[in-house]
């Protein structure tokens, strides 16, 4: 009895290390604004960004990307988070940057977050789309991943994907396939824009506002001067998120999500758009 006890204390051991070095937010993330605002806790395990009145906080990877699959696990702000903003991004910057954006408008206590996509290529974005959320945000960490490969750009929330941006470029209209990005996330005040379109501002009172960061993997190529990881000249790797898209069970869901939890879709708006819905709104 003890010994078995001992022998599933080692295995969990071992699988606790391993797991804890995949996904190390010191190994991969630097904290890069905020004052000591955004910390790196657990050795690693966890990361914590706030906001209060004098400052918002954020960090980025380390390295930058050429495609990947990322997914990271966020718990976000509690209680009354109105006027406040999480982003979580990939951005190459610069005048015509690539971007790829999850942003996550905050609320009333009780009312629901917007989750806000967006896409720029070579610097034009104008893509967005929003959602509500099937659960609360902000009682459990839950898993958001960008999938970027050549072929398509799907926003997935717990494996359930919201949005595919598929690249159209045979049809010339551009798709983020030749800039390396960073990974970035922040948390801010926009309480002139976020919530009910600025009309519910930011109550000062409730601060700090703590958004959470748990596990996260990358599975990437991570682009340096001399290329990609993900070059011919490493053939050991197996990406096979390189060649993911949606397959019949994944275009159910995004007509799931978007049937009952879509709340702004770009390709519908035709007051913004006098003068005729972006191209790849008929073609996707
Ligand atoms: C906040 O709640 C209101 C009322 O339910 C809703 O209209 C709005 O879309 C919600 N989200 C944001 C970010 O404003
Ligand atoms: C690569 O991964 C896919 C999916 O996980 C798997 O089906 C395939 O066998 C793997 N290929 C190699 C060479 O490991």
Same mark, same amino acid.
Request: zero cysteines; hydrophobic letters at 35%; proline letters at 8%.
């Given at each position: 009895m003890t010994n078995k006890i001992i022998l599933i204390n080692l295995l969990l051991i071992t699988f606790l290390v391993e797991a804890s070095a995949a996904s190390n937010f010191n190994q991969y993330f630097d904290i890069t604004w905020g004052d000591g605002r955004g910390k790196i806790l657990n050795n690693g395990q966890l990361l914590t960004l706030s906001l209060d009145k004098a400052s918002g906080s954020g960090f980025r990877s380390k390295n930058e990307y050429l495609f990947g699959k990322i997914d990271m696990q966020l718990k976000l702000v509690p209680g009354n988070s109105a006027g406040t903003v999480t982003t979580y991004y990939l951005s190459s910057l610069g005048d015509a940057h690539d971007e790829i954006d999850f942003e996550f408008l905050g609320n009333l206590s009780g009312d629901p977050y917007i989750v806000h996509t967006n896409i720029y290529a070579q610097g034009k974005g104008n893509k967005e789309q929003q959602f509500y959320l099937w659960f609360d945000p902000t009682k459990d960490f839950h898993t958001y @991943?960008?999938?970027? +490969?050549? /072929? =398509?750009?799907?926003?997935s929330v717990d494996g359930t994907p919201l949005r595919e941006f598929k690249n159209l470029e045979s049809k010339g209209i551009p798709f983020p396939k030749s800039q390396a990005m960073s990974i970035y996330s922040s948390l801010w005040d926009a309480d002139n824009w976020a919530t009910r379109g600025g009309l519910a501002k930011t109550d000062w009172s409730q601060a700090p506002f703590t958004a959470s960061y748990g596990n996260f993997n990358i599975q990437a190529c991570v682009w340096t001067s001399s290329g990609s990881s993900c070059s011919s #000249? +490493?053939? @050991? =790797? +197996?990406? =096979?998120?390189? #060649? /993911? @898209?949606?397959?019949s069970t994944g275009q159910a869901r995004i007509q799931w999500v978007q049937k009952n939890y879509m709340i702004y879709n770009y390709c519908t708006d035709t007051k913004r758009f006098p003068q005729g819905l972006p191209p790849e709104c008929s073609l996707a």
């Open positions: @991943s960008i999938l970027w +490969n050549p /072929q =398509s750009i799907i926003f #000249k +490493n053939p @050991s =790797s +197996n990406h =096979s998120w390189m #060649k /993911q @898209s949606l397959d």
